[in-house]
């Protein structure tokens, strides 16, 4: 009796072991699949970068260089230019109202998320 117990727990044992390797592999197809889309999709995009990087001979200068020249060899006090940027009452407004545009003497602000992401002038649409 003892030998027809442990041959129907093993029985149920592996019947439990195939479904777990059938779902597996069937997982695998799927992850497979994934995969060879995502590959293709990443080689796209490597396709597009190298397309876009390919300037030819002409370097590309960093918005951080030009930052750095700006404050480094034209002795641009940024801190300062930080000021007129976001004037005190601009600073205060938008802490209590959040995101949005904001009106300066000399310019709009646009601020989403606290970060002020750009600039306007009476020349400028939103």
Excluded: W
């Amino acid at each position: 009796m003892a030998d027809h117990t442990e041959l129907k727990h093993l029985l149920r044992r592996k019947e439990g072991i195939e479904q777990s390797v059938k779902l597996l592999k069937e997982q695998q197809k799927d992850i497979g699949d994934r995969l060879q889309k995502d590959k293709a999709t990443l080689s796209k995009i490597n396709q597009d970068i190298d397309r876009i990087k390919g300037h030819g001979d002409k370097l590309v200068v960093s918005e951080h260089a030009i930052l750095r020249y700006f404050e480094r060899v034209m002795k641009f006090d940024i801190e300062e230019v930080k000021k007129k940027i976001l004037p005190d009452e601009q600073e205060s407004q938008i802490k209590v109202l959040g995101s949005g545009t904001f009106v300066t003497d000399t310019h709009r602000l646009k601020v989403r998320n606290g970060v002020v992401i750009t600039i306007l002038t009476d020349n400028d649409s939103d």
